[in-house]
C-alpha cells in the first residue's frame, strides 16, 4: 500500500524556519520525481519545489527560491523542505506528492501519489 506521511508543520515568526519531511512507503523516491506543494485558504494548490528521481535535480518556483530548499534521503526513503526566512504569504497545507516520470512538472493532475498534508503558519 503506497502511503505518503508528511511531518514537521506548525506555527512559526516572520523571518523564521521549519523542515518539513515526507516519508514514503510503499514506494521508492530514488526512482521517482517528489514536489512539494501548498494550499491556502480560498486558493488553488501550487507546486513549489521538486526533487527529480535518480539525479536528484533540485526546481523552485521563484516565490520561494533563494529561501527553500528540498532534498532527499534514499536510505530513509524521506524528502524534506527546508524553509527559511518564512513570511506570512506562506501559511498554507503542504503536500508531498510523487510521480514515475522523471519531469519539472508541477501541475497538479501529473502525480499520482499524494500525501494528506501538514499546516505550515508564519504569523506572530
Known amino acids: 500500500q503506497v502511503q505518503l506521511v508528511e511531518s514537521g508543520g506548525g506555527l512559526v515568526q516572520p523571518g523564521g524556519s521549519l523542515n518539513l519531511s515526507c516519508v514514503g512507503s510503499?514506494?521508492?523516491?530514488?526512482?521517482?520525481?517528489v514536489a512539494w506543494f501548498r494550499q491556502a485558504p480560498g486558493k488553488e494548490r501550487e507546486g513549489i519545489a521538486l526533487i527529480k528521481s535518480y539525479t536528484g535535480g533540485p526546481y523552485y518556483i521563484d516565490s520561494v527560491k533563494g529561501r527553500f530548499s528540498i532534498s532527499r534521503n534514499n536510505v530513509e526513503n524521506t524528502v524534506f523542505l527546508a524553509m527559511n526566512d518564512l513570511k506570512p504569504e506562506d501559511t498554507a497545507v503542504y503536500y508531498c506528492?510523487?510521480?514515475?516520470?522523471?519531469?519539472?512538472?508541477?501541475?497538479?493532475?501529473?502525480?499520482?501519489?499524494w500525501g494528506h498534508g501538514t499546516q505550515v503558519t508564519v504569523g506572530s
Open positions: 506528492a510523487a510521480q514515475w516520470h522523471s519531469s519539472t512538472s508541477l501541475y497538479v493532475w501529473a502525480y499520482d501519489y
Open positions: 510503499g514506494l521508492t523516491f530514488e526512482y521517482m520525481t
